[in-house]
């Protein structure tokens, strides 16, 4: 695997880095607030983001459909991220599903759903105070084949070869060394295994203010790499099948991520999927 030679948003240190996205983080957990960028938009009781708009929670609008959001009880649902990796991951029964960046476990609890009683969820997250609140959903969700691991998603605690699915939801933009996230990703996968993952991709360079804002940074906003850049990882690491896809309709909620900026000129949502090349015959 190659090393990884992107610059750490504000040319920051990667420790650095690592510890202004725990602290904020820290802080959603514990206090349930500032969960859409940084216009001071607070988490509803439904644990989506309060917009404005009566019509839609904030998790509606990343593509989350109502079923999704009642089959899970409440407080797993943050309204954090920047699209729904359930909806293009093409999870199957049966199947070991990875989730990088995990939050309160939103995401894993869906995904039990689609691998079923003979599948299997793990979530990872960095953030000590987020795996408590996942463990503490376990019980509020009683899914017997999810477990939430504390852990670095460019360093993963898990075994070689044994997931078929990693997702993600606007998690990688924020770890300051992303082909380190990959090639991990690559390593837990099976052969023939595949990613599907939410995320933001810079669509246009980043004024120098937004690059040097620490909440911009935890924000996922400054984080943000190109599609050029996040397939030059994917294809280093080994990946086969990289698609891109941008998602230019997300625009409408990343342009209410900033009260000072409209943040729709710099970046959108994208998927991105990539597969680890089945085993040689």
């Known amino acids: ?24 983080y820290s802080t959603i957990a514990t206090d349930g607030q500032d969960c859409c960028g940084d216009v001071g938009i607070d988490v509803t009781d439904e644990g989506g983001c309060c917009d404005g708009n009566e019509d839609a929670t904030g998790s509606e609008r990343l593509g989350y459909d109502t079923d999704d959001i009642a089959s899970v009880a409440d407080g797993a649902d943050l309204g954090l991220g920047c699209g729904n990796p359930k909806a293009f991951a093409e999870m199957a029964p049966g199947e070991t599903v990875l989730d990088l960046g995990s939050g309160a476990g939103f995401d894993c609890f869906l995904a039990a759903q689609e691998v079923g009683p003979d599948g299997a969820v793990i979530g990872v997250d960095m953030t000590p105070e987020m795996v408590s609140k996942a463990r503490e959903n376990v019980a509020k969700n009683d899914p017997d084949n999810v477990e ?47 990613i599907a993952i939410s995320d933001v991709v810079q669509t246009a360079p980043f004024p120098d203010d937004v690059k040097m ?53 710099y970046l959108v949502s994208a998927t991105i999927e990539a597969r680890k090349p089945p085993q040689n015959p």
Request: some cysteine.
């Open 148 to 194: 939430f691991r504390l852990g670095e998603i460019s360093h993963l605690p898990v075994a070689d070869a044994t997931v078929d699915v990693v997702i993600s939801n606007c998690v990688v933009n924020l770890a300051p060394e992303k082909q380190r996230v990959f090639d991990d990703a690559y390593r837990v996968l099976k052969p023939g295994g595949r």
């Open 1 to 24: 695997m190659s090393n990884d030679t992107e610059t750490v948003a504000g040319d920051r240190d990667p420790e650095e880095a690592r510890k202004m996205v725990r602290e904020r």
């Open 213 to 265: 804002d620490p909440d911009s940074l935890t924000g996922c906003v400054a984080g943000a790499s190109t599609v050029a850049g996040i397939e030059a990882m994917l294809d280093s690491t080994g990946f086969e099948a990289i698609e891109i896809a941008p998602k230019d309709e997300s625009t409408e909620f990343i342009s209410d991520w900033d009260a000072d900026r409209d943040l729709g000129e």
